[in-house]
């Protein structure tokens, strides 16, 4: 039985500016019962907004496609498709956005599975283990330095290029064709008393005798990284670059309990406590105040997106800050994750009254889900008018859509595969939440157990999509009316509102229309925004672009082939993930397109992850 203590942290060195991310986190399969700790440096070059914009977009990539694919037989191939997708965000962006034209990064990460570790890297950022008073690199070193050094180890004694530094990148992350990637098939076995460090190559400061002093002198990860970071600093480097370390202390003794087995089918109306805030763990601070945008100076969206993530600095908003203690004990635990969300010990009482049927468990067990009570072809009139506006009992305001139908998807020509075939759907009349149900209006369900997010409007978040579920079964017993997540179609009617383009409000994404990563908006972007603060849709609905991604009914299908006409769920599929919809706060561009789709695991939860409600007449 291993236990994993991990913390990480940065500093900025001689610059003033930050280029690198990281993130440490913790992601678990379907059942809740096993999970993987996750970690990524993220070193951006290009200079200060551009290598900011990769490192952290490489991250955020590699996070959400490495956790829509995990549980996974394959991790080692989830690796290498996770290190791809991330570099085709950055091809993505540069096309977008031309003044981001070079920017690019190195990109390191490791997986610990029980008591073993894997990892994918691209550039020169370090993995060592330390074992038995030994520092031993773990990862291919992609500089020029580490091909000559690599050829010599082979015998291949090459004579340097002229006018070629040992530092240059032989590869890296800038959205052309990535030349190697590093990501074996075997894992490495871990041993009580190991440390591993994954570091950004400005660790190179230090050698390696000094990093296994540093190591040894504290008793705590957050000890290690704290005094590693000091040795850089003190070592007073001309020109020193930024420094991310991320430790981990590998013990044999369990130094926690266990905690309760997640909940079953029978309790998922009983809300699940939502996962620890993610602080900042940088050991050193800067404010930076944002810049104002000069809307007058006529220079396009480029340099207003250059505006904008300058004030981010040395911002890092994909931290999970808090040392990640994780015990591997007996196989039916459930450790605790960033991500996965553990069961409630004593959830709020709720009524007694037969709860809503959602999906029978013989459904789930075959693998082909009911869905919530869909939408009805043609449903009976009611005497409200179309558009109307109404709330009842405890939860959001509502406004009723009218009928009709739309083009769902992309057509044959789009490279969105997943968005194709196009086809034509109708639509019955239905009521649908005018923002994403709010904080406040999903504590009246969850209580104590609802994770908030600092300020009044704001919208929930660290919702898994069985708690959403969970809180359209309440929200029908309080009401005696039916409650429900919308379909896949239904939510892109909502979206598009009568619109044919590929945002709502036009072709172009435009300045201030939504908050994300490129949006130009006036909010901090390492977190979503109050609700409601752009312009609404034509259908009067906020926010259906951007803040927090939104959970859909459906399951995951690779593409729309087979799907229905009338706007009911799409049946079979993957139903360990659902569909998301809408991109969030630290969604680029594409991500906000009105037919973009998105997935998770649907026991997943974090802070880009909200929903908004349907209700039939």
């Not at 900025?12 to 700790?37: C, H, N, P, W």
């Not at 945008?293 to 997106?305: R, S, T």
Request: glycine share 10%; hydrophobic share 35%; with cysteine.
């Amino acid at each position: 039985m291993l236990t994993f203590d991990i913390a990480g942290g940065q500093i900025d060195g001689a610059r003033d500016y930050q280029e690198d991310a990281f993130l440490v986190t913790r992601i678990g399969d379907s059942s809740g019962k096993k999970g993987i700790s996750l970690i990524i440096v993220a070193d951006g070059m290009g200079g200060h907004a551009a290598g900011n914009v990769a490192s952290n977009m490489a991250v955020q990539t590699f996070n959400k496609h490495l956790t829509s694919a995990y549980p996974t037989p394959e991790i080692s191939k989830a690796l290498r498709a996770a290190v791809l997708q991330a570099n085709q965000s950055i091809a993505e962006t540069v096309r977008e956005t031309a003044a981001l034209k070079g920017m690019g990064c190195t990109l390191v990460s490791t997986v610990i599975d029980d008591k073993q570790f894997r990892w994918a890297s691209v550039g020169d950022s370090h993995i060592y283990l330390a074992r038995n008073g030994e520092l031993i690199k773990q990862n291919a070193d992609h500089s020029y330095g580490g091909f000559l050094a690599r050829m010599a180890a082979q015998g291949k004694n090459i004579e340097p290029e002229a006018g070629f530094s040992r530092n240059m990148l032989m590869s890296a992350l800038t959205g052309d064709e990535i030349a190697e990637i590093d990501c074996p098939e075997r894992a490495v076995d871990l041993q009580g008393g190991d440390r591993l460090v994954i570091a950004s190559d400005g660790l190179d400061t230090l050698s390696s005798s000094k990093i296994l002093s540093f190591l040894n002198k504290a008793d705590s990860a957050k000890g290690c990284v704290e005094t590693i970071l000091k040795g850089v600093q003190d070592a007073r480097m001309p020109r020193q670059d930024n420094t991310t370390v991320v430790v981990v202390m590998v013990g044999e003794q369990a130094e926690y309990s266990a905690r309760p087995a997640p909940p079953s089918v029978a309790q998922l109306e009983a809300p699940v406590p939502l996962a620890p805030p993610r602080p900042s763990i940088r050991p050193t601070t800067s404010t930076r105040p944002a810049p104002s945008p000069d809307a007058g100076d006529g220079k396009g969206l480029g340099l207003a997106i250059f505006a904008l993530l300058c004030a981010l600095g040395g911002g890092i908003w994909l931290i999970f800050g808090q040392d990640l203690r994780t015990t591997f004990a007996k196989p039916d635990s459930a450790p605790s994750t960033a991500i996965e969300q553990p069961a409630i010990d004593k959830p709020p009482p709720l009524p007694k009254e037969p709860p809503v049927a959602v999906t029978p468990p013989q459904s789930e067990q075959s693998g082909k889900e009911t869905p919530v009570a869909p939408p009805k072809p043609a449903p009976k009139p009611v005497a409200v008018k179309p558009g109307a506006l109404f709330r009842e009992g405890p939860g959001p305001q509502m406004a009723w859509l009218p009928a009709g139908s739309f083009t769902m998807g992309s057509g044959d020509s789009s490279d969105a595969y997943d968005e194709r075939p196009a086809r034509e759907v109708r639509i019955a009349k239905f009521a649908i939440s005018t923002h994403e149900v709010t904080a406040d209006e999903y504590a009246r369900f969850a209580g104590g157990n609802a994770k908030r997010l600092p300020g009044a409007n704001m919208p929930a978040t660290f919702v898994s999509w069985d708690n959403a579920l969970a809180y359209t079964r309440w929200l029908s017993r309080q009401t005696g009316q039916q409650y429900r997540l919308p379909s896949e179609a239904e939510w892109e009617y909502a979206a598009r509102a009568g619109t044919v383009t590929a945002y709502w409000w036009g072709r172009e994404l435009g300045r201030g229309n939504a908050h994300c990563f490129a949006c130009d908006s006036d909010f901090d972007p390492r977190r979503p925004a109050q609700v409601g603060r752009f312009a609404p849709n034509p259908f009067g609905l906020y926010d259906t672009a951007g803040n927090v991604e939104e959970w859909v009914h459906d399951c995951v299908h690779p593409n729309y082939e087979g799907a229905p006409d009338n706007g009911s769920v799409f049946e079979g599929g993957d139903c360990t993930h659902r569909v998301v919809r809408g991109g969030a706060f630290s969604s680029g561009p594409k991500s906000l397109r009105v037919t973009t789709r998105g997935k998770f695991l649907q026991k997943s939860a974090n802070d880009g992850l909200g929903f908004r409600v349907v209700r039939e007449p």
